[in-house]
């Protein structure tokens, strides 16, 4: 055979890898460095900047994430400059290694599946959002973590298992819900295998250590799942991964033995993972802030009013009934996107809970799942976080894979099927950029046509993003403002939240609010802000009216600082106010 047709026949073999890595990677580079989430994206820069200036998390500013991304912004802001586009080259390069993670995933189902689900899961990361957020760090590792389970010889490789547990560890302490949940997940998978389980049952008793841990695994994610959202939520989301948990508690009996050789390993990955951040949490002394932020701060954030107002029900229900709004070809792929979106990963928990059931029938109990299909009905429980389009698909990517995988090998019109949910799915990219999400109506968020936001103008300076030219024009007046009003050295504060003031404008932040409206949330913390605002006033104060994220004591907040300072120019919701007597220019 000649080299030429030896190189035509891995070509043909490898065609479709080539191709939905080709489609990826377009996707991927197209558009990373367009639109923006401005209080997200300015919240990560900020965070970074301090940190890089020598302050300390927890202390000098409060961060509710584990500690990693952090440190991967910084290291971005000093690798590639101070600027929010830098913070997205980590995640660029990792959604790149994320496009073969997926393709490996999938392969056993089939060159079409593998190279479809690609595009999805790509299609569905920066493309959509190109936000440093820490759920799509979260989702990476969680397919890492899934690739290292799909090793055949796991079990009999200590080594692999802790490097499972390290993905999983690193998982958690780049976000720690999306990691929790996918730790319950990988237990129930683990402890359920057939591998694990006992050769012959002695007792029903039998097995007690590892079946307490599945019972664990279980009543952490039913914990969490009680009121989290209205019976759509949870039928679609958090009934099959309670299924699942509640299935293996019952019928799984590992082996104690085999429970502590894979416990071992992994818990020294987790170990691993936990170690560079317990270093410096101990030097520096703030194990009790570090908790403070990541526990109790979460807390106060999920219980804001905001978080009950949208529902994947509503999406359903409203957008339906507002069908007359979907006039048009694009209107009508949006809206089936989105019905999909919210219907499908429902669908695919299901068929995982019940091909999981049939795993412990005695004619199936040597044939086990994959690890990422049992653990997708588990990490897709975190969608319930915050009922928006943009936590479906940071959280809903592992059970549209497990949908793939479970498909078996496509017919005729299985293979339309799975392309025409590509299309649809790279069609989110028509809705989702731009306004945020929570700032438009489902119905206006789905019927919103290509061209309406487009990204035709730069934000220069520390932003280096592409904008629409009105929010480019917006952000430009508004920092020429600040330039005029204020100097270099002078310090500004912004609230209920919208920390991206700080950044672009290069002025000082002179407390440890970020987002104002979570961590003001007692009248101490409102009275000592305002005694230090008494001695040390900033030059210049940043109002958003009528914020998700105010609270009553940042209303509080606003009638102490009117009584102070002067407003001298309010647009699109912001007030800019001086000191009074000051004046403006």
């Given at each position: 055979m000649s080299r030429l047709n030896a190189f035509y026949l891995k070509v043909q073999e490898n065609g479709h890898f080539f191709l939905g890595f080709t489609i990826s990677l377009f996707l991927l580079l197209t558009g990373f460095n367009d639109f923006w989430l401005g209080a997200d994206d300015g919240y990560y820069a900020h965070t970074a900047e301090r940190f890089l200036n020598g302050e300390t998390p927890h202390v000098d500013f409060h961060e509710i994430h584990p500690g990693y991304i952090l440190w991967g912004h910084a290291a971005a802001m000093k690798l590639f400059g101070v600027t929010t586009l830098s913070l997205r080259y980590p995640l660029l390069f990792l959604s790149i290694i994320q496009c073969v993670l997926v393709w490996q995933l999938l392969r056993e189902s089939g060159r079409l599946p593998a190279m479809l689900g690609m595009?999805?899961?790509?299609?569905?990361?920066?493309?959509?959002?190109?936000?440093?957020?820490?759920?799509?760090?979260?989702?990476?590792?969680?397919?890492?973590?899934?690739?290292?389970?799909?090793?055949?010889?796991?079990?009999?490789?200590?080594?692999?298992?802790?490097?499972?547990?390290?993905?999983?560890?690193?998982?958690?302490?780049?976000?720690?819900?999306?990691?929790?949940?996918?730790?319950?997940?990988?237990?129930?998978?683990?402890?359920?295998?057939?591998?694990?389980?006992?050769?012959?049952?002695?007792?029903?008793?039998?097995?007690?250590?590892?079946?307490?841990?599945l019972f664990l695994a279980f009543l952490g994610v039913g914990g969490y799942s009680i009121n989290r959202s209205d019976l759509t939520g949870l039928s679609l989301f958090a009934f099959p991964a309670l299924m699942i948990a509640l299935i293996s508690s019952w019928k799984a009996r590992p082996d104690v033995r085999a429970v502590w050789r894979i416990l071992f390993?992994?818990?020294?990955?987790?170990?691993?993972?936990?170690?560079?951040?317990?270093?410096?949490?101990?030097?520096?002394?703030?194990?009790?802030?570090?908790?403070?932020?990541?526990?109790?701060?979460?807390?106060?954030?999920?219980?804001?009013?905001?978080?009950?107002?949208?529902?994947?029900?509503?999406?359903?229900?409203?957008?339906?009934?507002?069908?007359?709004?979907?006039?048009?070809?694009?209107?009508?792929?949006?809206?089936?996107?989105?019905?999909?979106?919210?219907?499908?990963?429902?669908?695919?928990?299901?068929?995982?809970?019940?091909?999981?059931?049939?795993?412990?029938?005695?004619?199936?109990?040597?044939?086990?799942?994959?690890?990422?299909?049992?653990?997708?009905?588990?990490?897709?429980?975190?969608?319930?976080h915050f009922e928006i389009?943009?936590?479906?698909?940071?959280?809903?990517?592992?059970?549209?894979?497990?949908?793939?995988?479970?498909?078996?090998?496509?017919?005729?019109?299985?293979?339309?099927?799975?392309?025409?949910?590509?299309?649809?799915?790279?069609?989110?990219?028509?809705?989702?950029?731009?306004?945020?999400?929570?700032?438009?109506?489902?119905?206006?968020?789905?019927?919103?046509?290509?061209?309406?936001?487009?990204?035709?103008?730069r934000l220069e300076g520390r932003a280096q993003i592409n904008l629409t030219a009105e929010e480019t024009d917006f952000y430009q007046r508004s920092l020429a403002l600040i330039d005029e009003n204020t100097e270099p050295s002078d310090t500004i504060f912004s609230f209920p939240s919208h920390p991206q003031w700080y950044f672009l404008s290069g002025r000082k932040n002179p407390t440890a609010h970020l987002f104002a409206g979570v961590s003001i949330n007692s009248e101490h913390s409102l009275f000592e802000l305002e005694a230090q605002f008494?001695?040390?006033?900033?030059?210049?104060v940043i109002h958003k009216t009528n914020d998700k994220y105010g609270n009553p004591f940042t209303d509080s907040l606003r009638h102490w600082l009117d009584q102070r300072y002067q407003l001298i120019h309010s647009e699109k919701g912001f007030d800019f106010m001086v000191i009074k007597d000051r004046q403006p220019k």
């Amino acid at each position: 055979m000649s080299r030429l047709n030896a190189f035509y026949l891995k070509v043909q073999e490898n065609g479709h890898f080539f191709l939905g890595f080709t489609i990826s990677l377009f996707l991927l580079l197209t558009g990373f460095n367009d639109f923006w989430l401005g209080a997200d994206d300015g919240y990560y820069a900020h965070t970074a900047e301090r940190f890089l200036n020598g302050e300390t998390p927890h202390v000098d500013f409060h961060e509710i994430h584990p500690g990693y991304i952090l440190w991967g912004h910084a290291a971005a802001m000093k690798l590639f400059g101070v600027t929010t586009l830098s913070l997205r080259y980590p995640l660029l390069f990792l959604s790149i290694i994320q496009c073969v993670l997926v393709w490996q995933l999938l392969r056993e189902s089939g060159r079409l599946p593998a190279m479809l689900g690609m595009i999805l899961v790509t299609s569905l990361g920066m493309p959509t959002c190109a936000n440093p957020t820490a759920n799509l760090y979260a989702l990476f590792f969680a397919i890492a973590a899934f690739r290292v389970a799909a090793e055949t010889d796991l079990f009999d490789h200590p080594g692999k298992l802790v490097l499972l547990g390290l993905m999983v560890g690193l998982c958690v302490l780049f976000r720690h819900l999306s990691g929790i949940l996918l730790g319950c997940g990988m237990v129930t998978w683990l402890l359920s295998h057939p591998q694990v389980q006992q050769a012959q049952v002695v007792s029903r008793s039998s097995g007690f250590f590892g079946r307490l841990l599945l019972f664990l695994a279980f009543l952490g994610v039913g914990g969490y799942s009680i009121n989290r959202s209205d019976l759509t939520g949870l039928s679609l989301f958090a009934f099959p991964a309670l299924m699942i948990a509640l299935i293996s508690s019952w019928k799984a009996r590992p082996d104690v033995r085999a429970v502590w050789r894979i416990l071992f390993p992994c818990g020294l990955g987790l170990f691993l993972a936990f170690l560079p951040l317990a270093i410096y949490l101990s030097i520096k002394g703030i194990w009790q802030v570090w908790l403070q932020d990541i526990v109790i701060l979460p807390l106060s954030l999920i219980s804001m009013p905001f978080f009950e107002i949208w529902r994947y029900s509503d999406l359903l229900v409203t957008v339906s009934g507002e069908i007359s709004q979907i006039t048009n070809t694009i209107s009508t792929i949006n809206y089936l996107t989105w019905i999909g979106l919210v219907l499908v990963p429902g669908i695919a928990g299901w068929l995982v809970a019940r091909r999981f059931a049939v795993q412990f029938s005695p004619d199936n109990r040597h044939k086990a799942l994959p690890a990422f299909v049992v653990c997708a009905p588990f990490y897709g429980l975190a969608s319930l976080h915050f009922e928006i389009p943009l936590y479906l698909i940071w959280s809903t990517p592992p059970l549209l894979l497990a949908g793939f995988s479970l498909w078996g090998k496509p017919t005729r019109w299985q293979k339309v099927g799975f392309i025409g949910l590509v299309v649809i799915t790279v069609g989110t990219q028509t809705t989702l950029v731009a306004t945020p999400v929570w700032e438009r109506s489902f119905a206006q968020f789905v019927t919103t046509q290509p061209g309406y936001f487009l990204a035709n103008s730069r934000l220069e300076g520390r932003a280096q993003i592409n904008l629409t030219a009105e929010e480019t024009d917006f952000y430009q007046r508004s920092l020429a403002l600040i330039d005029e009003n204020t100097e270099p050295s002078d310090t500004i504060f912004s609230f209920p939240s919208h920390p991206q003031w700080y950044f672009l404008s290069g002025r000082k932040n002179p407390t440890a609010h970020l987002f104002a409206g979570v961590s003001i949330n007692s009248e101490h913390s409102l009275f000592e802000l305002e005694a230090q605002f008494s001695e040390q006033p900033p030059a210049m104060v940043i109002h958003k009216t009528n914020d998700k994220y105010g609270n009553p004591f940042t209303d509080s907040l606003r009638h102490w600082l009117d009584q102070r300072y002067q407003l001298i120019h309010s647009e699109k919701g912001f007030d800019f106010m001086v000191i009074k007597d000051r004046q403006p220019k």
